[in-house]
């Protein structure tokens, strides 16, 4: 039993023993694997790089393309339109940097090159006998958003973007080049303004939708170029109230909505979900200068009738039976009740030799409906009757003495009415019209010419340039010695003026200039450009 015992005891020990063996073993070879791997990994060979795998750009997916596909549609048509205003300065004040801040709280980039630079010696002595560039005019610059609605060139803006302008620029989405572009009407009442610009091909328009149709929640895309120069920038938010009347003009009823409008996006498009215009993006109420979530756009369906009488008309007409109200007064529900009717609006002036004074309407009448339609607020009254065309009526029902009225109306100018409450205006009155392409010339036999230093010469002598202008653009500068158009010689301002006046619209033109160098050299320098419609 002793013996057995003993061989069992032996057994056990060598079971460990065999048991660790296999364990160290075991651990051993792990660690030389490991050892192993982990050399390859870390190894660093000249030819094998660092050894990792190579990742790969995943394919495209898909996540949410609604709004992608609708900018596509609609951001071709969204244009870029630079404004120039001529200011004159008063004298002594010195040449004022153009301010960032333009009308209709436009801003845009700071133009470096706009900033005083210094003159030149022979600049400074040149003003010596010629008017000094701090008594002339400056040009004040500033940015905005348009949206093409025909192939043709026209296009949708803020009459505020394009408001005083001398010369207005269009820039096409993706594109360096700037089209001058001509002022086709504008609407102050609306505060929208059509421009038409000519590029010799049909370009990319987006459609504009019926914003009757428009309710709140609904998505809205809002694209333009917020500060002047983020070009083609879109921002995405829904309708938050819609017939706002509160906040603009009697004819500005507007939509409101969060997607984030910024200075830059006036008279950029408001677009739904169908890649329709529903409005045209034109003020934010905001403590600061930026987007907070309150910006309105004047519906489509307003633009649409702006739009058509411009282009038909070149302005926009609207009709008025001659009264006048305070909504908030001739509306009370007290006074209506006392005046014998539960809804209209209380007339307080019928002006005299009006439309609505011939068909004996007076003060202190009740209109309660236009055209069968019910009159509950102000618009109710005005919108149909500016609707309908002069020389048309209006059937009109009233309360007097608490006895229903009707009568028939016909309808007149508003602008003859209200002559101070109206302001419409066209391409006649975009600025003034600069002379002989904006170029101040001089003989050069005058003795201030001669004392310049502009002895024993032929030509013209460029003597101001005036900002804005095609000889601005040209690259004229003053005191250029204007010598030949088309290769034709000036010797005098009536050659000059007799070489310009067979130009036409959209011919080239060619001077050959001129310039001095130093203060006794001339350098040749020739300058071309485009001959401008009249008034561009």
């Not at 096409?172 to 102050?188: P, R």
């Not at 069968?372 to 609707?387: E, F, R």
């Not at 033109?509 to 001959?531: M, N």
């Amino acid at each position: 039993m002793g013996m057995q015992l003993r061989e069992f005891a032996a057994w056990a020990r060598n079971r460990k023993i065999m048991a660790a063996l296999l364990v160290t073993v075991t651990l051993a070879i792990g660690m030389l694997i490991g050892t192993v791997i982990s050399g390859r990994v870390g190894a660093s060979h000249p030819n094998d790089g660092v050894g990792g795998t190579p990742l790969a750009i995943p394919d495209p997916v898909q996540l949410s393309s609604a709004f992608a596909t609708i900018v596509s549609k609609v951001q071709p048509a969204v244009v870029n339109i630079s404004t120039t205003q001529v200011l004159e300065q008063q004298h002594g004040r010195g040449r004022q940097a153009p301010s960032q801040r333009n009308r209709g709280g436009e801003m845009g980039p700071p133009d470096d090159q706009d900033q005083d630079q210094g003159e030149q010696p022979f600049q400074d002595f040149f003003n010596r006998f010629f008017n000094s560039p701090d008594q002339g005019p400056t040009a004040e610059r500033s940015l905005g958003s348009g949206v093409i609605v025909d192939k043709k060139g026209f296009i949708l803006t803020n009459e505020h973007v394009v408001d005083g302008a001398t010369k207005v620029q269009v820039t096409l989405n993706g594109e360096q080049t700037q089209y001058t572009a001509k002022v086709i009407g504008k609407d102050e009442e609306t505060d929208l303004a059509v421009l038409k610009i000519e590029v010799g091909h049909d370009l990319p328009f987006a459609k504009l939708g019926n914003s009757d149709s428009v309710q709140v929640g609904d998505w809205a895309l809002a694209i333009g170029n917020p500060f002047g120069f983020l070009q083609g920038s879109v921002t995405a938010g829904i309708i938050s109230a819609k017939d706002r009347g509160n906040v603009g003009q009697q004819f500005q009823r507007f939509l409101q909505t969060d997607a984030a409008i910024n200075p830059g996006n006036s008279g950029g498009p408001l677009v739904n979900m169908a890649g329709q215009v529903i409005g045209i993006n034109t003020a934010i109420i905001t403590g600061g200068h930026g987007n907070e979530g309150v910006g309105f756009a004047l519906p489509s369906n307003t633009a649409i009738g702006v739009y058509n009488q411009i282009i038909s008309n070149g302005k926009v007409t609207r009709g008025s039976i001659g009264v006048s109200f305070t909504e908030a007064q001739g509306s009370n529900p007290i006074v209506l009740k006392e005046l014998g009717a539960s809804y209209g609006i209380v007339l307080q002036r019928v002006e005299p030799g009006s439309p609505a004074e011939k068909a004996g309407l007076q003060s202190g009448d009740v209109i309660t409906s236009v055209n069968g339609k019910p009159v509950h607020t102000g618009n109710d009254l005005v919108s149909p009757i500016a609707q309908t065309p002069v020389g048309s009526s209006v059937h009109v029902t009233y309360e007097r003495d608490k006895k229903e009225r009707e009568t028939s109306i016909t309808v007149a100018d508003r602008t003859k009415l209200f002559p101070d409450r109206t302001a419409n205006g066209s391409n006649n009155d975009s600025g003034p019209t600069p002379a002989e392409f904006g170029l101040r010339l001089e003989d050069l036999g005058t003795d201030r010419a001669r004392r310049a230093g502009y002895e024993n010469m032929k030509g013209a002598l460029v003597t101001q340039v005036d900002p804005a202008s095609f000889a601005e653009d040209t690259g004229f500068a003053r005191g250029d010695v204007i010598t030949e158009v088309n290769h034709a010689p000036v010797n005098s301002v009536a050659e000059y003026r007799h070489a310009v006046s067979g130009l036409k619209a959209g011919q080239n033109v060619l001077f050959k200039v001129l310039r001095r160098s130093g203060s006794d050299q001339f350098d040749t320098v020739y300058l071309a450009g485009v001959v401008p419609a009249p008034g561009q």
